[in-house]
C-alpha cells in the first residue's frame, strides 16, 4: 500500500526527467527542478515512515544528543571514534608520550631485569629528544627525559617492596610413607 503523496511526488520526478530536455528552451537551469522534486520525494518519504511508525522507538530517543552546547571541534567524529574503539598510538608525538610517560612506570614494574628497566627507559628518553627536535606542529614536547639510573633505582626499591609484601609461604612438610602389609580379605 502507498501513500497517494508518494506516488505522486514518484510521478513528479518521472514527467520532470522526461521533460529535461524542454528546460534548456524554457530557460530554466536542467537539474533544479529534479532536485526541488527530489527533496519533495524524500520530504514525503519521510513523512509516510513517520505515520507508519518507523521512527518510533529508537535507540536514544528522548536523550539530548552528546556535544551539544560545548564548543564546535571540528575533529569530533574521530576523537570519538578514537574513544569509541578505544584505539591507542595514534595522535602527534607530544600527547602520546605524556600519556607513555604517565604510564611508564607501571610498565616498568611489570619487568623482571634491570637490564630490560634500562633498555626500556633508553629508548623512551630517545623518542623524547627526537620528538622535541622536529617542528611538525602540534602542541610541544614538554615531556622530560627520564635519568636511567635513578629510575632503575626506584623500580628496584618499587620491587623489593613488593616482594616483601608477599606473604611467605609455609614450607612443605615432608610425607612420611608407611610401609605396611596388606591383607588380603
Known amino acids: ?67 551539544l552546547g560545548t564548543h564546535h571541534d571540528p575533529d569530533w567524529w574521530i576523537r570519538r571514534k578514537i574513544e569509541q574503539e578505544n584505539l591507542t598510538g595514534l595522535g602527534p608525538p607530544a600527547i ?8 611508564l612506570d607501571d610498565q616498568l614494574d611489570l619487568l623482571g631485569r634491570e637490564v630490560d628497566v634500562r633498555e626500556v627507559l633508553e629508548d623512551f628518553n630517545r623518542r623524547v629528544i627526537e620528538a622535541r627536535r622536529q617542528l611538525q606542529g602540534g602542541p610541544p614536547v614538554v615531556t622530560e627525559p627520564r635519568d636511567i639510573d635513578a629510575e632503575v633505582a626506584a623500580w628496584a626499591e618499587r620491587r623489593a617492596a613488593r616482594l616483601a609484601a608477599r606473604p611467605t609461604p609455609e614450607p612443605i612438610q615432608p610425607r612420611t610413607r608407611r610401609f605396611g602389609i596388606r591383607r588380603r580379605g
Open 1 to 67: 500500500m502507498t501513500d497517494p503523496r508518494e506516488a505522486a511526488a514518484r510521478y513528479r520526478a518521472r514527467q520532470q526527467s522526461e521533460n529535461d530536455g524542454e528546460d534548456a528552451e524554457s530557460g530554466t537551469a536542467p537539474g533544479i527542478a529534479a532536485a526541488t522534486d527530489r527533496a519533495a520525494f524524500i520530504e514525503t518519504a519521510i513523512q509516510v515512515a513517520i505515520r507508519r511508525g518507523d521512527f518510533d522507538d529508537l535507540p536514544g530517543a528522548g536523550k539530548p544528543l552528546e556535544g
Open 96 to 103: 602520546l608520550l605524556r600519556t607513555e610517560n604517565r604510564e
